[in-house]
């Protein structure tokens, strides 16, 4: 498997932490052999139908050594019981699992578009994470609110955060309502940004955001500072990534890399200057990996905190962004909150008008991209692309067929049933999940139940 090969070249380069991402069949819900995901398998991450292809992904790898992050939403808490099992398998401490499952299905309806059931039962699966995490995998980040994708739509510095912490907002009221302590629960949460190139702006974004959460945990309740806390993840900004001199886009990643460490974030992810073209090359990855090593260990920033604090120009804009993320907070807080906002379109709208004026502003010249629309070249050299075989949908489907002629599909069908009668009864999923995925029910079909008892969002 090329990505099992790929976590462990970078392992032995440094990386103490993993991500994963997920092909779009497996982000929706439907297994390789499902006629939708025709095309698709393998394409813009991996495929994950079983707890086989778990085992496969992490084949020498102890979970109790790395933290996995998992870029997963409407079937995370399925990825989460694949990840649970496995722990499981190696004879792991569930204490001692780290990691962060992304888990934020409102940017989804807002942004993105992989979402499979209605926004309540999405909301009632998160609160189902974050209650069975509470207990039993206590060091887990059961959620990673994610302005990240919001931004990659077009939406604009202020937007990003004041639809990401809007969401983070009803997380937190939903979560309240189950009646889980903010104190406890809070701590747990996390963020996941996007950094873009524009230096200063997004160092103030990052330094309102983490303003502004604080006060929004201590209005809600947080009495523990750490609950309070804006723990938050970034990564380098796909949509700036450009397909013309790819090479250019190195340098793009190195201003992205200062402005999130600059900003205070607690990890980073770097994009592979080959991204625009396909998925990133080894040697791509490795400059990547590189970029922020050169970061942290020759360039001093990570040094100090916060190293901007102080600054006129930092200050007066961390207060303008600040200022203007409030005033939208408070005019979707006026609609009944983020579900709402998202409901009525608004947020789809917002970000949509953004999109529209800043792709006006390059087509016309007033914004300046190197090497699209100004300072070009008339021929460019190929740059080596990261090629996916069409032929892994057909080895999954392959090993599907084998692992349901081989399992006990008596208790699959048992556990099935069981997750559907817990869907009914309003009881905690979690279980019951992390039972059928040992059981080795596959991920289609465990979406496929609760598509059944839930609806689909259309």
Known sequence: MQVLALQKNLLSQGVSGLSVAFDLPTQIGYDSDHELAEGEVGKVGVAIDSIEDMER????????DVSTSMTINASGFILLAFYVALAKQQGADLKKITGTIQNDILKEYAARGTYIYPPKASMRIITDIFEWCSKDLPKWNTISISGYHIREAGSTAVQEIAFTLSNGKAYVKAALEKGLDINVFGKRLSFFFNAHNNLFEEVAKFRAARRMWASIMKELGATDEKAMMLR???????STLTAQQPLNNVSRVTIQTLAAVLGGT???HTNGYDEALSLPTEE???IALRTQQVVAFESGVAETVD???GSYFVESL???VEQKALDLINKIDAMGGSVAAIETGFMQDEIARSAYEYQRNIESGEKIIVGVNKFTIDKEAPIPAFKIDDSIRQIQIDKLNKLKSERDNS???????SIAIAAKDGINLMPFVINAVEAKCTLGEIADVLRKEFGEYK
Do not use: D, V, Y
Request: aromatic share 6%.
């Open 57 to 64: 992904l992490f084949a020498g790898i102890k979970l109790e």
């Open 232 to 238: 938050f993840h970034t990564q380098t900004g796909g």
């Open 266 to 268: 607690q990890s980073l």
């Open 284 to 286: 791509a990855a490795r």
């Open 307 to 309: 190293p901007l604090a």
């Open 318 to 320: 961390t207060n303008e």
């Open 411 to 417: 208790k699959a069908t048992k556990c099935l049933e």
